[in-house]
């Protein structure tokens, strides 16, 4: 295989996997998925989406094998948590919006930096507190 095909692989897998997670993320408002599916999309939609990192990208290898490792199983289980009918229709939307326009949701946005800076403010509380 060719270096261009590898990466025209590579590309093409990033592409499903970005409509894959819109998927999941139409699916969360959808009122047919049930409530543990829901929170469990709730937190690889987070995952995916958010800056922040189990392993940061700065980590020679493992800063991107979460994100490589991780994310995929983690849509994965999502997807076999929802029903089929609810998957495929919001992979179509998920499809028709991506080709349009990219969707923005600020107020997730928000929300997601919120709790990022929540649990980081814990975890130094916590080692202050562990140090005196």
């Known amino acids: 295989m060719s270096n261009d095909g590898f990466i025209a ?7 499903q996997l970005k409509v894959k997670t819109y998927a999941l993320y139409l699916a969360y408002k959808d009122p047919r998925t049930p409530f543990y ?5 709730a937190c690889i939609v987070g995952y995916a989406l958010s800056p922040i990192d189990l392993i940061p990208d700065f ?3 493992l800063g991107y094998l979460d994100d490589i490792i991780l994310i995929p199983l983690g ?22 919006t991506l080709n ?5 949701n600020r107020i997730a946005a928000v929300i997601i930096v919120t ?13 202050l507190k562990a140090v005196n």
């Open 100 to 104: 349009q326009d990219r969707p923005k």
């Open 75 to 96: 849509i994965a289980l999502a997807l076999k948590m929802i029903p089929d009918t609810v998957i495929q229709e919001c992979e179509e939307k998920a499809k028709a």
């Open 9 to 15: 692989g590579w590309k093409q897998k990033s592409g």
């Open 59 to 61: 980590i020679p290898v």
């Open 37 to 41: 599916a829901k929170v469990f999309v």
């Open 115 to 127: 709790i990022w800076l929540l649990l980081t403010a814990l975890f130094l509380l916590f080692i």
